[in-house]
């Protein structure tokens, strides 16, 4: 078979695996030197922040968060959050967020290649918007619990387009938190949908079951690795118990033909729009 028939015949593959099971996994997508990279970047980010004055912590279980406009307010911001249990040190840093890609330039170089656009566009996003960036530390045990979620719980659209784009910066197993998805989880439709009204945030439960207990897939992957999934896909990660760090950089992209619902938590300052790859 030619090449380029064979490259035709690896592309339906891998966008009918994304539909059925609601991601993809990809080895060795970025270098090692360039995860190195993105890793000393947001080491440099956390250095210079002040984290003895944020006062937010970031705890997805208690949504404490919801009504602080360092979060509220950080759609177009590089921002430190800090675990639950925080001190004055930086080792308690849980993530940056969430415009890493349009205000930090090494970030937005490694999002804003044609090999992503391209995947991106066989995934079926149509006109690509970059609209959420973030590193996840998961520090040597103390990085917090990721509970389950959706991200289009989070980042809703109509119709639902958000798909989440996962790298791994370090190397990812279960004992240092690594993500995990629900194959085909995608199907159940969408549980909750988290909304702002100004300057406060509440929760509409869509669907109030508990998700499947089993059924659960461990994505225990080398550092490289990129995982893209559907925003209607269950994800989670446990805690850091180990004494590896587990840090990720996620990127989240829409398609600019779906309506951004004006009550997302995340809104971008009118003199930042979305762009594109
Ligand atoms: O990195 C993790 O543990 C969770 C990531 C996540 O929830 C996301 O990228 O949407």
Partial sequence: MPRSL?????????RAEFERDGFIV??????????????????????AADIASIRTAFDVRGQRHGEDPWFLESGGEVRAFLEPERDDGHARVN?????????????????????????VAELGVAQPRLLQSMVIFKHPRVGGQVTAHQDATYLYTEPQSVIGL?????????????????PGGHRLGLRKRYRREGDRTWT???????????????????????????????????????????????????????????DNWLQRPPDMPLRGF
């Fill in 204 to 262: 509409q439960i869509l669907d109030a079951r508990a998700w499947p207990h089993d059924g659960w897939r461990p994505v225990e992957v080398p550092a490289g690795t990129l995982v893209a999934f559907g925003g209607l896909l269950p994800h989670r990660s446990a805690a850091n118990r180990s004494a590896r760090s587990r840090c990720a950089y996620t990127l989240h992209v829409i398609d600019g033909v779906a309506e951004y619902a004006a």
């Fill in 95 to 119: 993530k940056l967020g969430h415009a890493l890609h349009d205000r930090v330039p090494i970030f937005d170089q490694f999002s804003r290649t044609p090999e992503l656009a391209a995947l």
């Fill in 166 to 182: 996962w790298f791994a910066l370090e190397d990812a197993s279960l004992d240092n938190g690594c993500l995990e998805l629900l």
């Fill in 6 to 14: 064979l490259g035709l015949y690896g592309v339906s593959e891998r």
């Fill in 26 to 47: 990809i080895p060795g997508f970025a270098s090692a030197s360039a995860c190195e990279q993105l890793r000393e970047a947001a080491e440099a980010l956390v250095e």
